[in-house]
């Protein structure tokens, strides 16, 4: 049974807990989210665009409050969960701003007729979403599929509660009717009887690739839609003319922001042979220098991990692999004190034949390639199961253009670290999932494309 609490990271405290909702709770929640989209999609969009604008206004206003409660939940430092807010606020400001156009009817040439395409919402949506950036994850779902004229039923990460009814919390206060956006404290046995409801129309999860593809098979049986956001483990590429000292600042920012805890982290940094050395003693000591510590403190860049567990995971396989022969350049110990704290770590020498080469390491550990040239850098990048994104760090923007089309990714960085925009679509191939969020992308997912044709007098 999934236990739905806040267990303070910094200090491993359990500092609330809540009930997981009844059979008979998950049903009274699928139905009023049913009965309010037979109303909501006849809401004009800009009417449902007004309800994100006030959504995005509560985040502002409420912001410090909201960052605080994540700090607690997942150990996020106060400055970065700040950041989030102001990220999430953009979101819903964006398709408040631009949706309703994206939402016009399109018109069809056709001989002897008229006709036109109509998007119209599907649907509830089930949305199931990740601990490590709380409010931005449920954002880029809920308000693109809100302005369609979906309705949300959202089952967020266990560790993240408090987070999650501090969201529904806005939505009433914003003015969103009954069942238009309802949390809910499922069971993994109620979310696989949710995705078998045929009032569900569609499932958005973004998490592991194990509960991704739990999910996708669960969904492809009862013919739902899914869009999937998994695992990442994205390359930085440093090529030999790259700007070093922007490279290692990027490589910094791109690994080790949010405690390494992200999708598109920067997680296997390849380094073209003539500047791998420079590059290597100056990352090094960038990654000394990583203020790790109390996450309210505003020059922490650097809290504990979300979980013990997942300390425990992640040195798991830094063991491993020094045990096979790869190289500990710094770090790789938890810290000496209460609480998930892990020591900002670099490896070198990693081979194909150890776990992590091919393993996504979730968490403040960064690996090292050295590449002969070009195409070896290129090669390994590739040589993954998963196609999340990659960055690219050259003086010649042009020539890195090129090369992104090399790249088997969603989405390609130059010469910046790894993020996340309200109007850049975000997804990526392999085992990093399917479909696309934010953007006008985001917009197209979870759509009917109803055509309508009118057959011309005579």
Same mark, same amino acid.
């Given at each position: 049974?999934?236990?739905?609490?806040?267990?303070?990271?910094?200090?491993?405290?359990?500092? *609330?807990?809540?009930?997981?909702?009844?059979?008979?709770?998950?049903?009274?929640?699928?139905?009023?989210?049913?009965?309010?989209?037979?109303?909501?999609?006849?809401?004009?969009?800009?009417?449902?665009?007004?309800?994100?604008?006030?959504?995005?206004?509560?985040?502002?206003?409420?912001?410090?409050?909201?960052?605080?409660?994540?700090?607690?939940?997942?150990?996020?430092?106060?400055?970065?969960?700040?950041?989030?807010?102001?990220?999430?606020?953009?979101?819903?400001?964006?398709?408040?701003?631009?949706?309703?156009?994206?939402?016009?009817?399109?018109?069809?040439?056709?001989?002897?007729?008229?006709?036109?395409?109509?998007?119209?919402? $599907?649907?509830?949506? %089930?949305?199931?979403?990740?601990?490590?950036?709380?409010?931005?994850?449920?954002?880029?779902?809920?308000?693109?599929?809100?302005?369609?004229?979906?309705?949300?039923?959202?089952?967020?990460?266990?560790?993240?509660?408090?987070?999650?009814?501090?969201?529904?919390?806005?939505?009433?206060?914003?003015?969103?009717?009954?069942?238009?956006?309802?949390?809910? !404290?499922?069971?993994?046995?109620?979310?696989?009887?949710?995705?078998?409801?045929?009032?569900?129309?569609?499932? *958005?999860?973004?998490?592991?690739?194990?509960?991704?593809?739990?999910?996708?098979?669960?969904?492809?049986?009862?013919?739902?839609?899914?869009?999937?956001?998994?695992?990442?483990?994205?390359?930085?590429?440093? %090529?030999?003319?790259?700007?070093?000292?922007?490279?290692?600042?990027?490589?910094?920012?791109?690994?080790?922001?949010?405690?390494?805890?992200?999708?598109?982290?920067?997680?296997? +940094? +390849?380094?073209? &042979?003539?500047?791998? &050395?420079?590059?290597?003693?100056?990352?090094?000591?960038? +990654?000394?220098?990583?203020?790790?510590?109390?996450?309210?403190?505003? &020059?922490?860049?650097?809290?504990?991990?979300?979980?013990?567990?997942?300390?425990?995971?992640?040195?798991?396989?830094?063991?491993?692999?020094? *045990?096979?022969?790869?190289?500990?350049?710094?770090?790789?110990?938890?810290?000496?004190?209460?609480?998930?704290?892990?020591?900002?770590?670099?490896?070198?020498?990693?081979?194909?034949?150890?776990?992590?080469?091919?393993?996504?390491?979730?968490?403040?550990?960064?690996?090292?390639?050295?590449?002969?040239?070009?195409?070896?850098?290129?090669? $390994?990048?590739?040589?993954?199961?998963?196609?999340?994104?990659?960055?690219?760090?050259?003086?010649?923007?042009?020539?890195?253009?090129? %090369?992104?089309?090399?790249?088997?990714?969603?989405?390609?960085?130059?010469?910046?670290?790894?993020?996340?925009?309200?109007?850049?679509?975000?997804?990526?191939?392999?085992?990093?999932? !399917?479909?696309?969020? %934010?953007?006008?992308?985001?917009?197209?997912?979870?759509?009917?494309?109803?055509?309508?044709?009118?057959?011309?007098?005579?």
């Amino acid at each position: 049974m999934i236990s739905y609490q806040v267990t303070n990271p910094a200090t491993g405290e359990v500092e *609330s807990t809540y009930a997981t909702a009844s059979d008979a709770e998950i049903h009274q929640a699928l139905e009023g989210a049913h009965a309010a989209w037979k109303s909501w999609r006849t809401v004009a969009p800009e009417e449902r665009a007004a309800l994100l604008t006030r959504v995005a206004d509560l985040h502002h206003q409420r912001r410090e409050e909201l960052a605080d409660i994540i700090v607690r939940e997942m150990g996020k430092p106060k400055a970065q969960a700040l950041g989030e807010l102001s990220v999430v606020v953009d979101i819903y400001r964006y398709y408040a701003d631009n949706g309703p156009a994206w939402l016009a009817p399109e018109a069809i040439t056709t001989a002897g007729a008229t006709a036109q395409v109509r998007k119209q919402g $599907l649907g509830v949506l %089930l949305g199931i979403m990740p601990w490590n950036f709380p409010y931005y994850q449920v954002a880029r779902f809920a308000a693109p599929n809100l302005l369609n004229g979906n309705t949300i039923l959202l089952k967020h990460a266990p560790q993240c509660p408090e987070s999650a009814q501090a969201i529904e919390q806005i939505f009433r206060d914003a003015g969103a009717a009954q069942g238009l956006y309802t949390n809910i !404290f499922a069971s993994n046995e109620q979310v696989s009887e949710l995705i078998e409801d045929p009032r569900v129309l569609g499932v *958005s999860l973004t998490g592991s690739e194990r509960a991704g593809a739990a999910v996708a098979e669960q969904a492809g049986r009862h013919l739902k839609k899914v869009v999937l956001e998994l695992g990442g483990s994205d390359p930085f590429l440093v %090529l030999a003319d790259a700007d070093l000292e922007q490279a290692v600042t990027h490589a910094i920012q791109g690994r080790f922001g949010n405690c390494g805890q992200a999708c598109n982290a920067a997680k296997r +940094i +390849i380094v073209e &042979d003539a500047v791998y &050395d420079a590059f290597l003693a100056a990352f090094e000591q960038g +990654i000394q220098s990583i203020k790790v510590g109390n996450p309210m403190a505003d &020059d922490t860049v650097m809290g504990p991990m979300s979980s013990e567990q997942a300390l425990r995971n992640l040195d798991g396989q830094v063991q491993d692999a020094i *045990s096979q022969g790869a190289r500990l350049v710094t770090g790789g110990k938890r810290l000496d004190q209460p609480g998930a704290w892990y020591a900002p770590t670099l490896l070198v020498d990693v081979t194909p034949d150890m776990r992590i080469f091919h393993e996504e390491l979730f968490g403040p550990v960064a690996v090292v390639y050295r590449a002969s040239d070009l195409e070896e850098a290129i090669a $390994l990048a590739n040589d993954s199961q998963y196609g999340l994104g990659a960055v690219i760090q050259t003086t010649d923007p042009v020539r890195a253009q090129a %090369l992104a089309d090399r790249l088997e990714v969603g989405m390609v960085h130059i010469n910046e670290p790894p993020g996340s925009e309200a109007e850049l679509p975000f997804g990526g191939v392999k085992r990093s999932g !399917f479909g696309r969020e %934010l953007g006008r992308a985001g917009m197209d997912e979870f759509v009917n494309r109803q055509m309508v044709k009118v057959a011309r007098p005579g």
